[in-house]
């Protein structure tokens, strides 16, 4: 079946720019997670969901992090004010249950 | 103190050798534990999860969990060159939600 599919693949932006990043989770998983993953780091935890409840944001690294799931299925991952620590590679995953699958991600780079 | 270490450097092992990979972890109430394969350039890979003490096995893959000593392995039988890829292993710490902590990754060179 289909995977976890993340939108855009690659996204330039100029400082101060605000991105918005999207991922569509495999279908009928209720766990969504957001990671950022810096150059040869593993991924840093953001945020996670159950369905359209956003149970922790405690790795968001400052308030222009901000993210949705308002139907409980595709989320919005939304950088304000982008920074150009904010490059890096910002994963999503989906799971059923303990095991999380990852989508391709999608590669920040601002300018 | 890191949640997870991966402190070994890159690995070269040569095809059809034995590749080992070890990780530590610092929750000592973590039950759950994964080892994913990253290739350059893509998304990580689940390959192995194990949530009991001692070892399961996978085809080529084993993985070893060891809760007293807080440590999780992978060992790679027969190693090809197209296990030549990055190894991250990651924890679910205690009350986390299920978030994964990750360690940095090891890197396999599998020489043909």
């Known amino acids: 079946g289909a995977g976890v599919s993340q939108s855009p693949r690659y996204k330039v932006a100029k400082r101060g720019q605000d991105v918005a990043l999207r991922c569509d989770p495999i279908?009928?998983?209720?766990?969504l997670f957001w990671y950022q993953q810096a150059l040869g780091q593993g991924p840093e935890f953001l945020t996670y969901f159950q369905n359209e409840a956003q149970l922790d944001k405690s790795g968001l690294p400052s308030d222009r992090f901000f993210a949705e799931r308002p139907e409980g299925s595709v989320s919005t991952l939304k950088i304000q004010r982008t920074q150009q620590e904010d490059s890096a590679v910002y994963l999503c995953?989906?799971?059923?249950?303990?095991?999380?699958?990852f989508g391709p991600g999608t590669r920040l780079t601002v300018l | 103190q890191k949640e997870v270490e991966q402190n070994s450097g890159p690995l070269s092992v040569p095809e059809g050798a034995i590749a080992s990979l070890n990780c530590t972890y610092s929750d000592r109430g973590s039950q759950s534990f994964f080892w994913y394969r990253q290739y350059s350039g893509k998304s990580p890979e689940l390959i192995m999860f194990i949530y009991s003490n001692g070892d399961k096995e996978d085809g080529r893959f084993t993985a070893q969990l060891n809760k007293a000593s807080q440590y999780v392995s992978l060992l790679i039988r027969d190693s090809q060159p197209s296990d030549s890829a990055t190894y991250l292993c990651?924890?679910?710490?205690?009350?986390?939600?299920?978030?994964?902590?990750f360690g940095k990754g090891n890197q396999v060179v599998v020489i043909p």
């Open positions: 990651a924890v679910s710490p205690t009350g986390g939600n299920n978030r994964l902590a």
């Open positions: 279908s009928g998983h209720v766990s």
């Open positions: 995953a989906s799971s059923p249950s303990n095991e999380q699958f």
